[in-house]
């Protein structure tokens, strides 16, 4: 299977890899090439950036969720078509899942899929150190798997003087990025998707491109990717029965948290997806089997949720008439009666769960857990197991009972999951790869089939 590929990476969050990323998948996208970007980790943010302000498809890649052969089937579907993929990695290169573990990082992820790694070191107040860092990072584990470099914020001579000394490592000096603040991305535009906003940083992405296109040699990036080793054709597992539905999804700026592949999973085993705007519309879709309120940010849009009465009327209906709903995270607030919006006001939701959702000053139950049902309920049954992720600064009045959630490294754990009749709501974002099984139930049960 050839799969051009390259992963970026950096030693530390903050690094301008987010920023170099999409600098450089702006920069292929232009050149007209079919640009394929993932993002290592369970983050939304990063590959919906991708998609609307660059225009490029995008998905995860997350060992925690998937495991190394789910994730090389999961990269071969993702990949298919594109004549380059460019991987973001997450945090440090050797961060993983605990905190002297490289197990779950960017490194083991490039290793997983054989991709060559390129350093983006920050060497802002550094000239040779930054070369030390490099080395330091190709000698910490003896299969590092970086081929190349970029330097950020440092000047064009540093990097002339500097680019011998790199190949004495056997690395491929590709570049450097000059200060340029005018072209940062910072994190809070990550998650801005409005017109006006996806406007805004087009334009300056298309000046980082450009400017990229001067200091780093992207032609010498391509080679590195066509360069990479070829993989292994995935031998795709038989998959449960699902059914021939048609399942209603939330999408639009208050609800945006989808992972493609739970997407792409409903759809291979027969649903048929819909979309709907809780804030625009009036009412859910015609003639729908089930219903997916994703995650998002209902607490920026409280007031316009609360408005919109038909549509919080509808939800409601139908939830109390037995359809089948998945609601996490943000959908899960917005089945509360009431929801705190980012001032302190509450405003009135779907009525669904009676419990306030508020807001708290710190995160809260953060990272990746396993869910495990303590009862049989219409969608899991007793000791049935999903991945998942939580993120959240709010707490509800009714977290549910219905689940054990535990961390990897079992240390702690707590009750979570509201699961009553043919509704299963909680704080979880759940990637439906890790157990098939239970999507495919769901299928079923909105075909009224189990």
Known sequence: MKRPRVLFAAPASGSGKTMITCGILQALHDRGLAVSSFKCGPDYIDPMFHEKVIGVPSANLDLFFAGEDRLLKLFGRNSEGADISVIEGVMGFYDGQSAASAEGSSWHVAKTIKAPAVLIVNARGQSLSAVASLKGFLEFLPDSGIKGVIFNQMAERIFESLAPEVEKLGVIPLGYVPKADEM??????????????????????KKLAALLEKTVDIDRLIKLAQDAEELPEPVEEELPEGADVTVAVSKDEAFCFLYKDN?????????????????????LPENIDGLLLCGGYPELYAKTLAENVSMRASVAEAVRNGLPTLAECGGFMYLHEELEDMDGNFYPMCGILPAKAWRTKKLSRFGYITLTAQKDTDILKTGESIRAHEFHYYESGQCGEACLAEKPDGKRSWHCENAEGRLLAGFPHLFYESNPAFIARFLRLCAEKE
Do not use: N, Q, W
């Open 263 to 283: 997407i792409a999973l409903m759809e291979r085993l027969g649903a048929k997806i819909v979309y709907f705007s809780p804030i625009h519309d009036e009412k």
């Open 184 to 205: 940062v991305i910072e994190s809070r535009h990550l998650g801005l998707v409005t017109p006006g906003e996806i406007d805004d940083l087009s334009v300056r992405l």
